[in-house]
């Protein structure tokens, strides 16, 4: 065969043929007919042998020290073997990267076609997120909350957008924000990006009591969180005109813009007076609680009627005293966990739902992974004895007619 032929059949320039045989990668061909180069079986044979290792992807060099052995007769045969064997495991790994890539492709492609059918470009969770089994505690309206979340006090919207994006990737679905944390459009966005179906979601957001009485402030926040409801809305504190403010969420229960509503920080007289004056009564509570401080005298109201507790400041807003309490200490080298984990799952085995807040992907993670194990009831009696009804945080009058008079800046944008 002429050149002209082997680079027609193999679909190949005449400058790869001679670059080729210029590194080696095809021996120098040597027999000619009337002066034209001509390429026996023989020949073809290494032009066909680079063609296909280039193409699984073997480096020209490579290929050139193989065929140099070659060249040098059978005792090469052990280095012609490794130097195979090593081609092997790159073409393998570059493979599993092609195959990859071609499952990306084809999931695209399919979220594609779905949504030409359906008018909706959804994307499914990736692996850890699906692989992922949450537990639910039951409202007393029947609907279902899950028992960790993250929350996103004290947060800033990159901050906010940040961790609530990757929590959302390991498989968290429920999400605690407030319309004085100045993050909901920054919670909205993290959402609105993890393709995750709305309906798989549970959010939950309060009002500040400068809204208390206006009329919008439900409309307002739902346009911040980029959502037409919330599955948990509170009145963040009992300051300023909160039954207006309470009637505001029975209302958007009523019409559907909060499946779920709560009262945050009502403790004591506001609890009692509030007990008198509800039509619906809550699903949830939002108060500081932690192993330090239980909240026993509350948890004889909520029993009443079934409304569950939110526990903030879950980890004593990272009090490190109490995380390195010796008890949680040797529970966690029991349990193969952190003893924030293990606080964590005291507040989820006293029938709390918990939102530990962080802006730490590692600690975002530990969080969550908190229920493949299950204190004994001997140990849920040893970390009671820490129970001694400390608080890290003092509300005082004053403080409620500040927050009265406070309008926080919310995210415009
Ligand atoms: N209704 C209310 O009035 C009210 C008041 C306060 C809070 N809240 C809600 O409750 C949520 C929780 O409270 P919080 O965030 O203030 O306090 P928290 O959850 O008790 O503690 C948060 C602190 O603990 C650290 N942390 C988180 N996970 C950890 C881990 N695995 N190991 C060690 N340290 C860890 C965090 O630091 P890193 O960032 O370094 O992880 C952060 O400094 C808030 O985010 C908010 O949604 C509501």
């Known amino acids: ?44 044979g290494w032009v066909e042998n680079a063609i296909c290792m280039r193409s699984a992807g073997l480096s020209v060099e490579m ?8 060249q040098e007769g059978d005792s090469t045969i052990p280095a012609r ?18 195959q990859e ?70 498989g968290y679905s429920c999400i605690d924000t407030a ?17 995750i179906a709305r309906e798989e979601l549970f959010l939950s957001t309060k009002l500040w009591p400068c809204d208390y009485e206006n009329e919008n402030a439900v409309n307002e926040t739902l346009e911040r969180l980029g959502t037409n409801y919330v599955d948990l809305l509170y009145i963040h504190q009992p300051a300023g005109n909160w039954l207006a403010g309470y009637r505001l969420l029975e209302k958007a229960y009523k019409d559907g813009k909060a499946k779920s509503i709560g009262i945050s920080n009502f403790e004591g007289e506001y609890i009692a007076e509030l007990e008198t004056k509800w039509e619906i009564v809550p699903q949830f509570i939002q108060v500081e609680a932690h192993p330090y401080f239980a909240q026993d005298e509350l948890r004889a109201t909520l029993d009443k009627y079934d409304i569950k507790l939110m526990s903030w400041y879950p980890l004593g807003h990272g ?25 964590l799952r005291w507040h989820t085995q006293m029938g709390f739902a ?38 890290y945080y003092h509300r005082t009058d004053e403080q409620l007619k500040g927050f009265a008079a406070w309008h926080p800046e919310y995210e415009t944008k």
């Open 1 to 44: 065969m002429t050149i002209k032929e082997v680079c027609e059949k193999y679909g190949i320039t005449a400058d790869t043929l001679r670059y080729y045989e210029k590194v080696g990668v095809v021996p120098p061909v040597t027999r000619t007919k009337g002066g034209i180069r001509c390429y026996t079986a023989q020949d073809i």
């Open 101 to 170: 890539t071609m499952d990306k492709l084809n999931y695209k492609i399919s979220r594609y076609e779905e949504a030409m059918k359906t008018g909706i470009l959804t994307w499914d969770a990736p692996k850890e997120r699906r692989d992922f089994q949450m537990e639910f505690i039951t409202l007393n309206n029947g609907k279902k909350c899950p028992v960790i979340g993250i929350g996103t006090f004290m947060l800033n919207p990159a901050e906010a957008e940040n961790s609530v994006r990757e929590a959302l990737k390991m």
């Open 179 to 195: 319309a004085a944390y100045c993050n909901e459009r920054a919670v909205g966005r993290a959402i609105s990006a993890s393709g």
């Open 81 to 98: 073997r490794a130097l195979l064997m090593e081609a092997r495991e790159e073409i393998a790994a570059g493979l599993k990267k092609y």
């Open 354 to 391: 918990v939102i530990p807040g962080s802006k730490n992907v590692e600690h975002i993670r530990d969080n969550l992974n908190i229920l493949d194990f299950t204190l004994t009831a001997e140990e849920m009696a040893e970390i009671a004895k820490l129970n001694k009804g400390v608080r």
């Open 63 to 70: 290929l050139a020290e193989y065929v140099r052995l070659f």
């Open 319 to 343: 009090d490190k005293s109490l995380i390195e309490e010796p008890v949680f200490v040797k529970l966690g080298e029991k349990y193969g966990k952190s003893s924030a984990q293990v606080i």
